[in-house]
């Protein structure tokens, strides 16, 4: 199956390195050997690399709370992003039952994607993720557990965020993947995730994670 046909998802948030500029934008994949730098200014979900190459690396996460938005046909990553963000975006500035303001820094923000639908996930604040957190007065938000997957092959990407070099990064972890004796299972997965760090950055900052058990 080509992986312009492949099914692709995009779920929200997972990561590690200290995120280096690209020269001219240029895209750049590499695995890492820590938490993401953008984690010391946002609230991020937990999780243990268990294994680290240059290209990519593997994490086990913990489960975490986010709220997602309803499924969009959509015909581009950045159309996808925009219509699910904006639903959850108003719940988290004060659509809830409360009137509350949710957010501080961030949050992180992760994609399901399956042949042009799109579906957005935020993470939730730490100090709601064991409950508290208020109801949404927009009926099209839910809170979900996630992930549903023990494991995460992940590679970290600077540069520019287009359809082409997405679906050309999550070409290339597949490749590398399929040269291992331990992970070439994660390969025969046709869904990825799509995590964004910072949405004011559209041109560092971002992964691409391929779930397997």
Not at 10 to 29: A, D, N, P, Y
Not at 40 to 63: D, G, L, M, V, W
């Amino acid at each position: 199956m080509s992986l312009s046909r492949m099914t692709f998802g995009l779920l929200v948030i997972f990561s590690c390195i200290i995120v280096q500029k690209c020269k001219s934008h240029e895209t750049r994949g590499y695995g890492g050997d820590g938490p993401p730098v953008q984690c010391n200014k946002i609230e991020c979900p937990a999780f243990t690399i268990i294994h680290s190459e240059k290209e990519f690396e593997i994490r086990n996460y913990s489960q975490a709370l986010w709220v997602t938005a309803p499924s969009v046909v959509q015909y581009s990553i950045m159309g996808g992003i925009g219509i699910g963000e904006k639903i959850l975006w108003d719940y988290f500035y004060r659509k809830n039952e409360r009137n509350e303001n949710i957010i501080n820094a961030g949050p992180l923000l992760m994609m399901d994607v399956v042949n042009s639908t799109y579906k957005v996930y935020l993470y939730v604040p730490n100090k709601y993720q064991n409950g508290g957190l208020p109801k949404p007065l927009i009926q099209d938000v839910e809170q979900v557990k996630l992930p549903k997957y023990k494991y995460a092959a992940v590679r970290r990407i600077d540069g520019e965020i287009t359809q082409e070099i997405v679906l050309a990064q999550v070409d290339l972890l597949k490749k590398q993947l399929k040269d291992t004796t331990t992970y070439k299972r994660a390969a025969d997965n046709d869904q990825f995730t799509y995590i964004m760090y910072d949405r004011r950055s559209w041109v560092e900052g971002y992964e691409i994670l391929i779930w397997f058990n």
